[in-house]
């Protein structure tokens, strides 16, 4: 039984990691445009950046292109990491939570507290990623520094910034995930299961796109205020010319980033970006969950041969 557990837990981290992987490269220009305008913070009539195009048109017009990608490294590098913990996490979580409470379905309570329990500690094991790849993508065009620069530049607590509140967003994935198995188990009800060695049922490719899409957009909605304070307190220094003195470590606070919009945008700035971050994180989730699902069998079928070869080589060995 544990070798099961570890095997489907270990299926399901390793295709979401995948999937993550794939989704994230394919849409960081992106994010690194939905990134910067989040972090701007000015008040009417001051802002650099009107709406989302404006920062692909800088790119563009200073013939900085290949700034959109600066980051993508580390931003691949806590994408997978981030997602294989979290789907191992998840799985296991639920597989244990199965096995000593006996139930066959788990409730839509019981799998929020899983889903946040598994995002409170990849938050804690990715933060540091996640605050370089920020300030990578925040960064002047051109001027990105590479990870191991842009972690010691300030103290190690300066790579947790934001920590705080990756705890908070550990609600995001809860909701995410919650949503897309509580609609997934209602599509699959009722088909016949297979025996205890078979591929998990997988979705359409379609249909796993559709329901990773919804899951994302509540989940984000729900949390978006969150969301752009994160960015916002791991956001690079700003580079103007005017000033070489970084912000002081109180205007990263979260009370110090609420009451900045607050004065400067009014309570419509605390959503500003709302329809970008839907773009990118609809996207991206519906992609990863889309792969997801269609490798997850051929991962799953992988390893129950590996399982085997070696069951069946411990049995020669015995015999011999």
Same mark, same amino acid.
């Given at each position: 039984?544990?070798?099961? #557990?570890?095997?489907? $837990?270990?299926?399901? !981290?390793?295709? /979401?990691?995948?999937? @993550? &992987?794939?989704? %994230?490269?394919?849409?960081?220009?992106?994010?690194?445009?939905?990134?910067?305008?989040?972090?701007?913070?000015?008040?009417?009539?001051?802002?650099?950046?009107?709406?989302?195009?404006?920062?692909?048109?800088?790119?563009?017009?200073?013939?900085?292109?290949?700034?959109?990608?600066?980051?993508?490294?580390?931003?691949?590098?806590?994408?997978?990491?981030?997602?294989?913990?979290?789907?191992?996490?998840?799985?296991?979580?639920?597989?244990?939570?199965?096995?000593?409470?006996?139930?066959?379905?788990?409730?839509?309570?019981?799998?929020?507290?899983?889903?946040?329990?598994?995002?409170?500690?990849?938050?804690?094991?990715?933060?540091?990623?996640?605050?370089?790849?920020?300030?990578?993508?925040?960064?002047?065009?051109?001027?990105?520094?590479?990870?191991?620069?842009? #972690?010691?530049?300030? $103290?190690?607590?300066? !790579?947790?910034? /934001?920590?705080?509140? @990756? &705890?908070?967003? %550990?609600?995001?994935?809860?909701?995410?995930?919650?949503?897309?198995?509580?609609?997934?188990?209602?599509?699959?009800?009722?088909?016949?299961?297979?025996?205890?060695?078979?591929?998990?049922?997988?979705?359409?490719?379609?249909?796993?796109?559709?329901?990773?899409?919804?899951?994302?957009?509540?989940?984000?909605?729900?949390?978006?205020?969150?969301?752009?304070?994160?960015?916002?307190?791991?956001?690079?220094?700003?580079?103007?010319?005017?000033?070489?003195?970084?912000?002081?470590?109180?205007?990263?606070?979260?009370?110090?980033?609420?009451?900045?919009?607050?004065?400067?945008?009014?309570?419509?700035?605390?959503?500003?970006?709302?329809?970008?971050?839907?773009?990118?994180?609809?996207?991206?989730?519906?992609?990863?969950?889309?792969?997801?699902?269609?490798?997850?069998?051929?991962?799953?079928?992988?390893?129950?041969?590996?399982?085997?070869?070696?069951?069946?080589?411990?049995?020669?060995?015995?015999?011999?």
């Amino acid at each position: 039984m544990g070798l099961d #557990l570890d095997l489907e $837990s270990i299926s399901e !981290a390793t295709s /979401g990691a995948v999937g @993550s &992987l794939v989704s %994230t490269t394919l849409l960081y220009p992106l994010d690194t445009c939905k990134t910067r305008y989040q972090a701007e913070v000015r008040g009417n009539g001051q802002a650099k950046y009107r709406n989302l195009s404006d920062v692909f048109w800088e790119a563009i017009s200073t013939r900085q292109f290949l700034s959109l990608y600066q980051g993508l490294e580390t931003k691949n590098l806590q994408s997978f990491i981030a997602q294989f913990v979290y789907f191992y996490g998840y799985s296991y979580f639920k597989r244990l939570y199965v096995e000593t409470s006996g139930v066959k379905s788990i409730g839509t309570r019981a799998n929020l507290v899983l889903a946040a329990a598994a995002g409170a500690c990849t938050a804690i094991l990715t933060q540091p990623l996640d605050t370089a790849s920020s300030r990578m993508q925040t960064s002047a065009f051109g001027k990105s520094k590479g990870l191991w620069k842009t #972690l010691t530049d300030g $103290s190690w607590i300066d !790579a947790f910034d /934001g920590l705080g509140i @990756s &705890l908070l967003l %550990t609600a995001n994935p809860a909701i995410q995930y919650t949503v897309f198995d509580q609609l997934k188990l209602r599509l699959l009800k009722g088909k016949d299961k297979s025996g205890k060695d078979s591929s998990p049922e997988a979705l359409s490719a379609f249909t796993a796109f559709v329901l990773g899409a919804v899951s994302k957009t509540v989940a984000t909605v729900l949390t978006y205020p969150a969301i752009r304070c994160k960015v916002m307190i791991q956001a690079a220094d700003e580079d103007d010319g005017k000033t070489k003195n970084p912000r002081p470590k109180s205007s990263k606070t979260i009370p110090a980033v609420l009451c900045a919009i607050w004065k400067r945008e009014g309570i419509l700035g605390f959503f500003k970006g709302l329809h970008a971050q839907i773009l990118k994180t609809v996207l991206s989730s519906a992609l990863l969950l889309m792969i997801k699902e269609k490798i997850s069998a051929a991962t799953w079928v992988l390893l129950l041969s590996i399982r085997r070869s070696l069951l069946l080589t411990r049995g020669r060995l015995k015999s011999a």
